[in-house]
């Protein structure tokens, strides 16, 4: 059984911010693969902008020439809100251990998350850091040097700042649906 790293989100717009981290965690030695999960829907929000099958659609055509990186649909399958513990449980069923991918902006509400104490014996947090927000000791850190927000990207749309391989489906559908 592997070790995974799972990096779980909106992606709502998936930017390249997304792909650097992805890129910056299969340097860890102890990570045999990189587990994607889109969202259905984020536990903490009423509402995407684009459809999460599109969005997982997006996320299998930037990572599919990735070595050791998959992109699950377990949670956008579920048709409804799945919490991260729910989905690491769903996990351990096929991998040994798990580290977990937040971004520093998560931090802060960590601990509100479903089930959190119980999740954090479960899994290895990993935190990107993000907008210079402090990391606390006991977090393993990704350094990215990519400052981007999907809620940014969604007001105003760089396609610089998309993944190449879906970049002008990506801004044509956010351009569209003026998705702020």
Request: glycine share 4%; with cysteine; aromatic share 10%.
């Amino acid at each position: 059984m592997e070790t995974i790293a799972l990096f779980g989100g909106s992606f709502d717009p998936p930017h390249i911010g997304h792909e650097a981290i992805v890129k910056a965690v299969q340097n860890f030695k102890e990570i045999d693969k990189v587990v994607i999960m889109p969202t259905f829907l984020n536990p903490f929000k009423s509402k995407s902008h684009a459809p999460s099958a599109l969005r997982l659609k997006w996320l299998k055509g930037i990572f599919s020439s990735y070595e050791n990186v998959i992109v699950d649909n377990y949670e956008v399958d579920s048709n409804k809100k799945v919490s991260s513990i729910q989905t690491v449980k769903y996990l351990l069923k096929k991998y040994k251990k798990i580290y977990l991918i937040i971004g520093a902006d998560n931090l802060a509400s960590l601990d509100t998350w479903e089930r959190y104490e119980e999740l954090k014996d479960l899994v290895t947090f990993v935190v990107a850091s993000r907008d210079k927000i402090d990391i606390p000791d006991g977090f393993l850190t990704l350094n990215i040097d990519v400052d981007i927000s999907s809620t940014e990207l969604r007001r105003h749309v760089e396609i610089s700042k998309l993944p190449k391989v879906c970049a002008l489906e990506i801004s044509k559908f956010y351009k569209e649906n003026n998705a702020n």
